[in-house]
């Protein structure tokens, strides 16, 4: 078993796992980086992992889960320049938000709001930096245009009533009093209305580059007048869409590439259909009192907040794409795909076959190795990785890594928020990470005194077809 300080960390052992012609060669559980060595680098909870070039950047959240949590104002996180085998501080401080490679040579990030230009409903401006030598240095920032048709920009510290009364992040405590001073200089440029900024996630064979992002979305604002009142009544707060925006020019530009899916158009509608089925493929609700599958339990239904977030898309050697979708904590993940570069879509199913156990988690990352397996890791309730041969519609393996037990002990590592990452590192091996915890008496608020905080593990995966 892995120890840290002489304490028992609860991650699995390494193993080898085959499926006919597949063999999966699953490494031992490395701890890269532990807060106790480090107390100045954040709290150690849901890292993120990157890849440019040969460097492999491993960063983790810095502040507990709030609405503009603090940012490092100096460098942290670890970096790799062997596939994860060994790590060393990171020394370059990046721009905040997404981080996607436009050139050779070239990277490009967008912060993570987009502010809405005055006077222009659905019309925003994204704080943009480039870098000409892989993340080495950094341009000032400039700025990006996107439209988002159906959105409506929102000041999170001044929100209308609607956001107050149904918003899950208000409702919780997620937002601060005021501000960070870091989002004035926005503010003063455009405007202190937010919305959905860029994720730039796959590029097509002709250099084509798509972004999915998750936000609220109204279909209809047709008759809509006064839209700082009437857009937020008509909203359905408990459901958003998934959002597209295409660009051709190497993320200079972008156009509004449609809407993947939308959970508006999916009510919820409980119990069990005529002739005993136990759940309803034309909803993304399901009852799960009897057992689906191996080994399903209890009833799935959507709380406010839970709706299609999370997207994660892929898009296969023949331009069918795949787009992964979290719908609530602990809860199934869906899936849409398109065999049209996006412009249609396919109704949303759960990301397994029909009858079978679900796939649940949160923050679902699809990755694609050139050897044609299609991977997937996840979390929540557990950390876990699946592996297809058949482009996600079947997984011929399904790996807990870490397993979270329903009660916390002090002294052992036994607990992980499970919002976990992965990335190729080269044609047949993937690369996880995720944190494994313990209670913080300690800790400055209860969200971390109760979850807690503590080691960043990874894992290599090798996949050998």
């Not at 609607?162 to 960070?180: A, C, F, H, M």
């Not at 796959?202 to 798509?210: K, S």
Request: overall charge negative; hydrophobic content about 30%.
């Amino acid at each position: 078993m892995l120890h840290y300080n002489g304490m028992p960390v609860l991650a699995s052992e390494a193993a080898v796992r085959k499926d006919a012609d597949v063999t999966v060669e699953i490494g031992p559980p490395q701890i890269v980086a532990a807060r106790d060595d480090s107390p100045g680098e954040g709290i150690f909870t849901a890292p993120h992992l990157q890849r440019f070039g040969k460097t492999v950047y491993l960063n983790w959240s810095f502040d507990w889960d709030v609405v503009d949590g603090d940012e490092p104002d100096k460098p942290s996180g670890r970096v790799s320049e062997d596939g994860g085998l060994t790590w060393e501080k990171q020394t370059l401080l990046m721009p905040s938000g997404a981080k996607y490679q436009t050139g050779e040579r070239e990277l490009t990030a967008w912060f993570h709001n987009a502010f809405e230009v005055p006077g222009q409903t659905g019309a925003y401006k994204i704080p943009t930096w480039r870098s000409s030598d892989l993340g080495r240095t950094w341009s000032g920032h400039t700025w990006t245009t996107v439209e988002y048709p159906g959105t409506k920009g929102l000041d999170t510290y001044d929100p209308p009533e609607e956001y107050r009364k149904k918003d899950g992040n208000y409702l919780r405590g997620g937002v601060k009093s005021t501000p960070p001073a870091s989002l004035e200089r926005f503010f003063r440029e455009v405007s202190r209305l937010r919305g959905a900024s860029l994720g730039p996630q796959a590029t097509d064979a002709d250099g084509t580059i798509y972004s999915v992002v998750h936000a609220h979305y109204l279909k209809d604002t047709s008759g809509i007048r006064d839209w700082d009142r009437e857009y937020w009544q008509r909203l359905n707060w408990y459901r958003t869409a998934v959002l597209m925006q295409v660009s051709r020019d190497n993320g200079r530009t972008w156009t509004f590439g449609g809407v993947p899916v939308d959970g508006s158009d999916y009510e919820p509608r409980l119990g069990i259909k005529p002739g005993g089925s136990q759940y309803n493929e034309d909803s993304f609700v399901i009852n799960t009192d009897n057992q689906i599958g191996a080994g399903y339990k209890g009833r799935v239904d959507f709380q406010p907040g839970d709706g299609f977030t999370e997207p994660s898309l892929v898009i296969f050697p023949d331009g069918e794409m795949i787009c992964a979708l979290r719908t609530g904590s602990s809860k199934p993940l869906y899936c849409v795909r398109s065999y049209d570069r996006g412009r249609t879509w396919t109704r949303a199913e759960f990301l397994t076959p029909r009858y079978i156990s679900p796939v649940c988690g949160v923050l679902p990352k699809l990755v694609l190795l050139k050897n044609g397996i299609l991977a997937l890791c996840t979390g929540r309730p557990d950390c876990t990785v699946h592996l297809s041969k058949d482009r996600g519609r079947t997984w011929f393996l399904s790996e807990t890594l870490f397993a979270t037990p329903s009660l916390s002990w002090d002294g052992i590592y036994s607990s992980s928020h499970c919002n976990n990452s992965m990335i190729a590192v080269d044609d047949n091996t993937l690369l996880y990470v995720h944190d494994a915890l313990r209670p913080d008496p300690s800790a400055p608020n209860a969200w971390l005194r109760n979850a807690g905080h503590g080691l960043i593990i990874a894992r290599r995966i090798q996949v050998n077809v």
